[in-house]
């Protein structure tokens, strides 16, 4: 009685009020699996596509003919399907839509899907789904990274920089982890108040600055560490997504809130500066997305256990990650399931990150919703990072939440911590 019985779409909501995708899947023996899409701001060329309306109505955001198609076209072909069979219904989706950036069907309707037909089949286990993924593994919990401040696409470009965060891997387990952050934060928002420079928060949580340059927030971020009594030396580090193919425009990477453009060499030297200058632990798509070359040049002059992490550099697809691994440009995987579609590409990508000598992060996206599923994903597989955002917003919480509300009922579990990424190659 595992086989697919129904699978039904729904408009829903997202953390911005845009329309998303649910998905809800039926087994043959009543089991029930639900998920929905998030979706991205700040998103590489290669991703796959949500599928939207256009038009005027919820300006363009809708999402009734990606719900159309799972309704009438992905529900009758799975019907009958091996509900426990994830990699044969994960292709048979690909095989609906066709395309190489699920244009078709949408990237939005398929990783949905996909997702609820995890949960389901779990369900049908009576288990988990971060359980049922695991199979013989250990349970290991993931060293966080947050959001303290947001800037980018996720606050319409008042910073430059679209991700300001820390990363406590001195802790001993997620618990702490997260207490430590709630103290950083808690830092960070009042340290804003002192400089009159606090506005509010951005579309992840993170606190809305208003400095005026980038390394003014990077230099705030590490004075909120300490303020909040904790080393950023061997407790808490500091990581920053650029995300670069955001302020690179004509040849040269635009710098708003500083009024200056700069060219690709003298960006490369910026970004050097700050690395030399601040315990940086981790750097994010520092360079648009088809310059591997200095991505390389960044990697290769890093010191051992320094992350460079490939976002758009990667989209969390294989043939991606074997061009960067050839030309040696990052070293850790960003893993986001709505990039590529479906759970099975993206456990693919998480296989192909760990067979390079890579590290990977699980990762939420900026428009997110309740669904908890990458928690169960980055625990199922054995993901060694996790990013969801900051640490306010419920769509955020609900997921740093479900991680330690797991923690704490795990009779026997391991808290990576530690930056086990030193060895990384």
């Given at each position: 009685m595992s086989e697919v019985a129904e699978v039904k779409a729904l408009s829903l909501w997202d953390s911005r009020g845009r329309p998303t995708v649910e998905v809800k899947v039926v087994l043959g023996d009543g089991s029930i699996g639900r998920a929905m899409a998030p979706a991205g701001a700040s998103t590489g060329s290669a991703e796959a596509l949500d599928l939207r309306d256009g038009g005027s109505r919820f300006r363009?955001?809708?999402?009734?003919?990606a719900v159309e198609g799972v309704n009438s076209i992905v529900g009758p072909a799975l019907a009958g399907m091996n509900g426990y069979d994830q990699d044969a219904l994960d292709s048979a989706l690909i095989g609906l839509d066709g395309t190489l950036q699920r244009s078709y069907?949408?990237?939005?309707?398929?990783?949905?899907?996909?997702?609820?037909?995890?949960?389901?089949?779990?369900?049908s286990r009576r288990v988990p789904l971060w359980h049922y993924l695991l199979e013989d593994r250990s349970l290991v919990f993931p060293t966080p990274e947050v959001q303290i401040f947001g800037g980018g696409a996720h606050a319409e470009g008042h910073m430059d920089l679209q991700d300001f965060m820390v990363v406590p891997y001195g802790a001993n387990?997620?618990?702490?982890?997260?207490?430590?952050?709630?103290?950083?934060?808690?830092?960070?928002?009042?340290y804003m108040t002192q400089l009159g420079r606090r506005q509010g928060v951005a579309d992840e949580g993170g606190y809305w600055p208003a400095f005026d340059s980038n390394e003014q927030?990077?230099?705030?971020?590490?004075?909120?560490?300490?303020?909040?009594?904790?080393?950023?030396?061997d407790q808490i580090g500091l990581s920053l997504d650029i995300a670069a193919n955001q302020i690179y425009r004509e040849g040269r990477y635009h710098l708003k809130r500083e009024s200056r453009g700069l060219s690709p060499d003298d960006w490369f030297k910026t970004i050097k500066g700050w690395l030399d200058s601040y315990p940086i632990i981790?750097?994010?798509?520092?360079?648009?997305?088809?310059?591997?070359?200095?991505?390389?040049?960044?990697?290769?002059?890093?010191?051992?256990?320094?992350?460079?992490?490939?976002?758009?550099?990667?989209?969390?697809?294989?043939?991606?990650?074997k061009q960067a691994f050839a030309a040696k440009a990052c070293n850790t995987l960003l893993c986001k399931?709505?990039?590529?579609?479906?759970?099975?590409?993206?456990?693919?990508?998480?296989?192909?990150?760990?067979?390079m000598g890579w590290s990977s992060v699980m990762s939420a996206?900026?428009?997110?919703?309740?669904?908890t599923t990458i928690v169960d994903l980055a625990l199922g597989w054995g993901v060694p990072q996790f990013k969801v955002g900051s640490f306010a917003r419920s769509e955020r919480m609900a997921k740093w939440n479900q991680m330690i509300r797991i923690e704490s009922e795990a009779s026997v579990s391991r808290y990576i911590g530690g930056r086990p990424w030193g060895r990384i190659q």
């Open positions: 363009g955001y809708g999402v009734s003919r069907l949408g990237g939005n309707a398929m990783i949905a899907t996909s997702m609820a037909l995890a949960h389901a089949a779990s369900a387990s997620f618990t702490e982890a997260m207490e430590w952050v709630a103290e950083v934060y808690r830092a960070a928002g009042d927030a990077i230099e705030a971020l590490a004075t909120a560490v300490e303020n909040a009594g904790f080393s950023i030396c981790m750097i994010e798509d520092p360079f648009m997305e088809a310059d591997l070359e200095r991505h390389a040049a960044l990697l290769a002059s890093l010191p051992d256990g320094v992350q460079l992490v490939g976002d758009d550099l990667l989209v969390t697809q294989v043939p991606k990650m399931p709505n990039q590529v579609g479906t759970l099975t590409e993206a456990r693919q990508a998480f296989i192909a990150a760990t067979s996206r900026s428009g997110e919703t309740e669904d």
